[in-house]
């Protein structure tokens, strides 16, 4: 099974309102997750990790992410969507030494 | 970008050619590693570092070879570069690659188009 999986390609979303990026985590072994952001010909940005405690962790540029052990997921979300917030999501997990594993990514489009 | 530099940021070569690229950091980090993206891939490990001429394969390490001299240098080379090796090359550095509190920060990638 695929360590992290992201099922949206694309979500699109109106400025102002909330947005969630989806991403689910394989059972086996620890969930250690980490959320990054890619901005157009840029490197990938670290937004946010989950290692142990509070269930919601908060992070950069006002994004926080839900872990949620019953449905193994951990999806990122933002109160209120800026169009600036427009790029590509990648979810990773943690496996071990040396090992980020990451999902296939999730576009954001926030229109105006 | 966290004190990580590519060079070249841009690179146009052809099938057969041996081709560097060079990943520089100033964090003075131990761990550094190559990852490539690809559409529907996301990132994929290629090598890593743990220390100075400590080197060792990730998933996707087939046709590509590194190399670190100093701490702050990481080299990837591809001994003869395919087509299949057009990618986005990203350079990553962390302080421990053992500890799953660690964070890798990612350099800016360096784009490879192989005619």
């Known amino acids: 099974a695929q360590s992290v999986a992201q099922p949206e390609d694309q979500v699109n979303v109106a400025e102002g309102n909330p947005l969630t990026v989806k991403c689910t985590y394989s059972?086996?072994?620890?969930?250690?997750l980490f959320w990054y952001v890619q901005y157009p010909n840029r490197g990938l940005q670290f937004l946010l990790k989950?290692?142990?405690?509070?269930?919601l962790v908060k992070g950069s540029y006002g994004f926080e992410a839900e872990f949620n052990k019953s449905q193994t997921s951990f999806h990122l979300k933002k109160p209120s969507a800026l169009v600036s917030d427009s790029a590509l999501y990648f979810c990773?997990?943690?496996?071990?030494?040396?090992?980020?594993?990451f999902g296939t990514g999730t576009r954001l489009l926030v229109s105006p | 970008d966290a004190g990580i530099t590519q060079s070249p940021r841009h690179k146009v070569t052809e099938t057969g050619t041996p081709v560097t690229l060079r990943c520089h950091q100033t964090?003075?980090?131990?761990?550094m590693y190559w990852y490539r993206q690809d559409p529907g891939h996301g990132l994929r490990l290629i090598h890593y570092?743990?220390?100075?001429?400590?080197?060792d394969k990730g998933e996707v390490s087939d046709g590509y070879s590194v190399s670190r001299s100093k701490t702050e240098d990481f080299l990837l080379t591809l001994e003869s570069a395919t087509s299949s090796q057009t990618s986005v090359y990203f350079c990553?550095?962390?302080?421990?690659?053992?500890?799953?509190?660690?964070?890798?920060?990612f350099g800016p990638g360096t784009r490879l188009t192989v005619l």
């Open positions: 990773a997990r943690w496996e071990g030494f040396q090992k980020l594993v």
């Open positions: 964090e003075n980090h131990r761990y």
């Open positions: 059972v086996s072994g620890n969930p250690y």
């Open positions: 990553a550095i962390s302080e421990s690659g053992t500890d799953a509190a660690d964070t890798q920060y």
């Open positions: 989950y290692i142990t405690g509070d269930n």
């Open positions: 570092s743990y220390g100075v001429k400590d080197t």
